[in-house]
């Protein structure tokens, strides 16, 4: 299962605490124009993920989507006990900027449009999740 998603995204984040311990592979899918914080969430993701803590930062972002800040973001790393130093240097880096937008760009050539959006078996399902996309990810 694929899953682009957004930081900021209320129904990323309930779709995340509803997935539990299914295998997924996450995508960032920064929505700008609505979640102006989603990006640099993206990126703090993604710089976590350069000291082995992605899924960490990951799940630690959609707990608390009120606070997508630097400050939040530097007490999240530490809290993890990251190297806050160079999170806060690997967040700006622009490698990885540009892997948050080979994310963004594969998710829109594969038809992404909103978030959440998920590929079950290579069937794009988009937006809040019904029960029937439900049904499909308990049966895989």
Same mark, same amino acid.
């Given at each position: ?7 900021e #995204? %209320?129904? #990323? ?5 509803? +997935?539990?311990? /299914?295998?997924? #592979?996450? =995508?960032?899918? %920064? ?11 993206? #990126?703090?993701?993604e710089?976590?993920?350069? @000291?082995?803590? /992605? !899924? ?5 972002? /959609?707990?608390? @989507?009120?606070? +997508?800040?630097?400050?939040?973001? !530097?007490?999240?790393? $530490? @809290? ?7 999170f ?5 880096? %622009?490698?990885?900027?540009? &892997? *948050?937008?080979?994310?963004l ?7 992404v449009?909103?978030?959440?959006? *998920?590929?079950?078996?290579?069937? +794009?399902? &988009?937006? =809040? %999740?019904? $029960?029937?996309?439900w ?6």
């Amino acid at each position: 299962m694929i899953v682009y998603g957004d930081y900021e #995204c %209320p129904f #990323c984040a309930a779709f995340e605490a509803r +997935l539990g311990e /299914f295998e997924v #592979c996450f =995508r960032h899918f %920064p929505v700008k124009s609505s979640h102006p914080r989603a990006y640099a969430a993206a #990126c703090a993701a993604e710089a976590a993920h350069l @000291q082995g803590a /992605f !899924w960490a930062m990951h799940d630690a972002l /959609f707990a608390d @989507q009120g606070r +997508l800040e630097d400050p939040h973001l !530097w007490a999240r790393a $530490d @809290q993890l006990g990251l190297d806050v130093e160079r999170f806060d240097a690997d967040r700006r880096d %622009p490698a990885v900027a540009d &892997a *948050v937008r080979a994310s963004l760009r594969a998710g829109i050539r594969a038809g992404v449009a909103t978030t959440p959006s *998920v590929f079950v078996d290579g069937v +794009l399902h &988009a937006g =809040r %999740p019904d $029960d029937a996309l439900w049904a499909r990810i308990l049966a895989t």
